[in-house]
């Protein structure tokens, strides 16, 4: 019997086999089924950031490609695609005439290939015994019989695996060359076409070289196919294999793409079952800011002299610590829009594969003197005004359990009378606890509430030392106060959730503008908060961020040196950085918000304004300017030096010389508690 009829009998016989009662139950192999599709997540300007699914696949139609990507494919998979019925038994004849002479070859066609890879639980194409074989050449002749070859040819391209769990030619094609399917050129879909045979060993990102060889092989296939002309494969065989970074996202946000896969759950659409679009609220040349300036000043610290504690690279140099908890020293970064609460950049610790807890959503740290502005806010609110003298001197504060309370200074020293905002300047610990005190904590508290901090604060006096833990994402959004003359934000990060066809399933309902705060105090302490980074505990930030760039901002860190922060605005963002371990400890002596926290700001500010315009604050309705003497906060007159003249802004009836009394006056005799 000629080799031909042999095969045909053979594969007859296998697919009476097929149709036994035994099988019956099993899935039909010739089907083409839908294949499960990612949820594809967006930037604010349409970059990918983010992909997750049970299979990360975005299916393309086989018509929006360019002609020459299936050709690429058909050409070194299956040449007599279009000829034969689903068997090649020429291709077979010519692969047992090469195994005789000991030269091993397959001779599966693409719609061989299809039935493997559409239905592994039936065809498993590891299995190299004769039955699978025909009972894969049995289910290619009945799907071939059932569907056209464009329909077999799509769903071949949109179901083979490319390595790293990217599936399909056109997931293959963003991360690879960070373009869609459509858009490849002819060396770059020559390079995918190479894969199939081992998505491995020709990776085009990790093996270039490799890639290259066999993707010229390729185009000169595709060449003695007909496919494209013999110059056309010679220009692309010349051309290098490039592709791009990130696996084809245009940053690394893992963790604000965690975030708003679970916004998206929670509100009720199945992202995870893939087939979404989620358009966020991120920047990616913010958030690659904020990524390369943590990395690059915790790496620098871990550097120094006398650093005890495990550190990152010896974390990743070590193999057996691989799976467990990284002890190193981690940071959060979080940026928002002042206007809106969206969230511009969010970096949740220092490597989302060594540990995804979000420490910039979930964590909960004391942010320390950073939440001293508030205390400030709400004294302003209360008719104190900002150059009101105040006692940086030693108290004592007996607590209801009759524990001594005795708040000090990092400086171990006490300034004695100075103006209300050299007090913030230069975090003075025993004002802002004397000012809790005289205000009442419930008043401070319910201010902060307002400003959107959800964590409880409790009514002791060392919170207005930010003893009371908050969450970094809430404890930066309720700085928006401040920058938004008084009108509190939520914080925002996803703008729309999109079908595959492009209709909007889910946005979040925008909060409505709350007025938490007097847009004039708020001006104020913001103000006040220019002279933290002008002259007080924040002065690092200008070594990276230009004069032209206004800036205010509060520096932070634990009495133990466990949280360090900086959380500061310009006109156009307002953004926080914290520092410490997941395990609180001392980070190193003297560890200080201003010199590890600020600085990583700072970079970050800086590159992402780069030459970007900056606008400038404008004080609001109803404040009084004064010129004042810095060092005495009084009017300055004649003999005031230049450099000490500064403009003091004040609530109408605080300003100087005001025919009005306040209870605040008390403090031009010292402190309002006991001296110790």
Do not use: C
């Not at 997750?52 to 990507?69: H, I, N």
């Not at 010896?314 to 190193?328: E, I, L, M």
């Amino acid at each position: 019997m000629p080799l031909r009829a042999l095969l045909l009998a053979a594969v007859a016989a296998a697919s009476a086999a097929a149709a036994s009662p035994a099988r019956a139950q099993q899935p039909e192999p010739w089907r083409i089924v839908p294949l499960p599709q990612s949820t594809v997540v967006y930037a604010r300007d349409g970059a990918m950031i983010g992909e997750f699914g049970r299979e990360v696949r975005t299916s393309v139609a086989l018509r929006t490609l360019p002609r020459f990507v299936p050709a690429a494919f058909i050409a070194v998979e299956d040449k007599r695609f279009y000829q034969h019925n689903g068997v090649d038994v020429v291709g077979i004849a010519g692969a047992l005439k090469d195994a005789v002479r000991g030269e091993v070859r397959g001779a599966s066609t693409i719609t061989q290939l299809l039935v493997g890879n559409m239905h592994p639980d039936v065809i498993d194409r590891r299995d190299r015994g004769p039955g699978r074989k025909l009972r894969e050449q049995q289910a290619a002749l009945e799907m071939e019989r059932r569907y056209s070859k464009e329909q077999i040819l799509e769903a071949f391209l949109n179901t083979i695996a490319f390595g790293h769990g990217w599936h399909g030619i056109d997931a293959a094609a963003r991360h690879y060359f960070g373009k869609p399917a459509a858009r490849l050129t002819l060396a770059e879909a020559a390079s995918l076409a190479s894969m199939p045979k081992s998505p491995v060993q020709y990776d085009p990102g990790r093996y270039p070289a490799r890639n290259r060889e066999r993707r010229n092989t390729v185009l000169a296939l595709m060449a003695e196919q007909g496919f494209i002309t013999a110059a056309q494969a010679a220009a692309a065989q010349r051309e290098p294999v490039r592709t791009v970074p990130n696996g084809g996202m245009a940053v690394v946000a893992p963790w604000f793409v965690d975030v708003v896969r679970l916004q998206a759950e929670r509100a009720g659409v199945p992202v995870r079952e893939g087939g979404y679009r989620i358009h966020t609220t991120l920047d990616p040349a913010l958030q690659q800011a904020a990524v390369t300036a943590l990395r690059e000043q915790l790496d620098a610290l871990e550097q120094r002299p006398g650093w005890r504690h495990p550190t990152y690279a010896k974390f990743h140099a070590d193999s057996a610590k691989r799976g467990t908890a990284p002890q190193y020293l981690q940071g959060a970064v979080v940026a928002v829009d002042p206007g809106t609460g969206e969230v511009r950049a969010l970096v949740g610790g220092r490597d989302f594969a060594d540990s995804p807890f979000d420490r910039a959503v979930n964590g909960n740290r004391q942010p320390g003197s950073s939440f001293k502005p508030i205390v400030y806010a709400a004294a302003l609110s209360a008719g104190l005004a900002p150059n009101a003298p105040v006692g940086d001197t030693a108290i004592a504060i007996r607590m209801p359990e009759g524990r001594i309370y005795a708040p000090d200074n990092s400086d171990e020293s006490f300034l004695g009378i100075v103006p209300l905002r050299t007090a913030m300047a230069r975090s003075r610990n025993p004002v802002a606890v004397q000012l809790w005190q005289q205000l009442g904590g419930d008043s401070v508290i319910a201010l902060a509430r307002r400003m959107g901090i959800r964590a409880p604060i409790a009514p002791y006096p060392s919170s207005a030392l930010g003893a009371s833990v908050v969450q970094p994402l809430d404890f930066v959004t309720a700085y928006a106060t401040f920058a938004n003359l008084g009108v509190s934000v939520e914080p925002r990060l996803v703008a729309r959730v999109e079908d595959r066809t492009g209709k909007a399933v889910w946005s979040p309902p925008e909060a409505a503008p709350t007025l938490a705060l007097d847009p004039r105090v708020a001006f104020v302490v913001r103000d006040m908060m220019r002279d933290v980074v002008e002259h007080g505990t924040a002065s690092t930030v200008r070594r990276y961020v230009p004069a032209r760039i206004p800036v205010a901002g509060k520096t932070g860190t634990t009495n133990d040196n466990a949280d360090v922060w900086f959380v500061g605005m310009t006109p156009d963002l307002v953004a926080g950085v914290w520092i410490g371990f997941d395990t609180p400890k001392t980070i190193t002596s003297g560890a200080a918000g201003g010199t590890l926290a600020a600085p990583i700001w700072g970079q970050m500010v800086a590159r992402w304004y780069g030459n970007r315009p900056a606008g400038n604050w404008t004080p609001p309705a109803g404040l009084v300017s004064v010129l004042l003497d810095r060092q005495t906060g009084l009017p300055a007159d004649s003999t005031t030096p230049p450099d000490r003249r500064y403009t003091e802004y004040f609530l109408e009836g605080t300003e100087p010389g005001a025919a009005t009394f306040t209870p605040w006056s008390l403090f031009r005799a010292g402190p309002v508690l006991a001296p110790r």
